[in-house]
C-alpha cells in the first residue's frame, strides 16, 4: 500500500472519534431507560427515590454494557479480514492489516464491560457477533479471545480466566492471521496464551498456564502443559 504512514496517522484520528461514538452512543438508550423508571418509580419518599436512583442506575449501566457490546460486535462483523481458509498472509503494510487493527482495538474497547459479563450467554453472543465460530455448551472466562473471527471453538468447550488466545502474529515484515481451533470437549486452563494455527483436538486439555506455540497441533483426548507445552499424559480421563 502506498502512503501507508498516512493512512496510519489519519485512520488513528478517525479510530478515536469512531472510540468517542462508540463509547457515547449506548448511553443514549441508558439515559432512555433511566428517565422512564424514574418517571414512574419516584415518590415522596427521599429514603426510597435514592434506593430507585441506585436501582435505576444499576439497571442502565447493564443496558449500556450490552449497547457497547452490541455496536463494538457489530461493527467487528462488517469489517473483520475473512480468511478463506485456514490463513491469510499479507504485508504488513496493507488494508488487510487495518482492518485487523481497528477490529482489535475495538475488542480492546470492550474489555473494561466484557469482563462483567464471562462467563455467560451475553459474552458468546459479543464473540458471535464479532466473528467467532462457537459451539455449545461453551463457557469462556477470558476478555482474550483476541481476533475472533479467527477462532472456532466446538460444543462443550471451556477456557480458564486470564487465557489469550491469538489468531494473528507478524512475521517477517507480513501480517499472518491464522485459524484456531479448539475441538469439542476440551478444556483450556487457566492463564493458557494459544497462538495462531493452533489446533486443540477433541477432549484434550491444556494445564493452567501452558504455552501452545504457533501451529502446534495436541492429539484429541491428551494432557499438555508447560512452557511451551509437552505430553503430560495419554489420556485425559480422571481416575476416581
Known amino acids: 500500500m502506498k502512503n501507508f504512514a498516512l493512512v496510519q496517522t489519519v485512520g488513528s484520528g478517525v479510530l478515536l472519534v469512531y472510540t468517542i461514538i462508540l463509547w457515547g452512543l449506548p448511553i443514549a438508550p441508558a439515559l432512555a431507560v433511566f428517565d422512564l423508571i424514574t418517571e414512574f418509580a419516584l415518590t415522596d419518599s427521599v429514603t ?13 449501566f ?4 450490552l449497547s457497547l457490546l ?20 499479507d504485508k504488513l503494510e ?6 485487523w487493527a481497528i477490529c482489535a482495538h475495538l475488542h480492546r474497547c470492550t474489555h473494561p464491560v466484557l469482563v462483567h459479563t464471562i462467563p455467560s ?22 476478555i482474550n479471545l483476541n481476533d475472533p473471527s479467527a477462532v472456532t471453538v466446538g460444543d462443550n468447550v471451556v477456557i480458564g480466566g486470564r487465557s489469550v488466545i491469538n ?11 491464522a485459524r484456531v481451533h ?9 492463564g493458557t496464551t494459544i497462538q495462531p494455527g493452533v489446533r486443540i483436538g477433541e477432549g484434550a486439555v491444556i494445564a493452567t498456564n501452558g504455552l501452545v506455540g504457533k501451529w502446534k ?7 499438555w502443559g508447560g512452557l511451551p507445552v509437552k505430553l503430560i499424559s495419554k489420556s485425559s480421563d480422571r481416575k476416581t
Open 48 to 60: 426510597m427515590n435514592y434506593i430507585v436512583y441506585g436501582l435505576t442506575a444499576g439497571v442502565c
Open 62 to 65: 447493564m443496558v449500556y454494557i
Open 70 to 89: 452490541f455496536f463494538s460486535g457489530m461493527t467487528q462483523r462488517l469489517i473483520h479480514v475473512r480468511i478463506p481458509e485456514d490463513k491469510i498472509v
Open 94 to 99: 496493507s488494508w488487510n492489516t487495518v482492518r
Open 121 to 142: 450467554p451475553i459474552c458468546n453472543a459479543y464473540y458471535r457477533l464479532a466473528g467467532a465460530k462457537l459451539g455449545k455448551g461453551v463457557q469462556i472466562n477470558t
Open 167 to 177: 489468531g494473528h502474529l507478524v512475521e517477517k515484515g507480513q501480517l499472518v492471521l
Open 182 to 190: 479448539l475441538e469439542k470437549n476440551c478444556l483450556i486452563g487457566a
Open 217 to 223: 497441533e495436541i492429539p484429541a483426548g491428551e494432557v
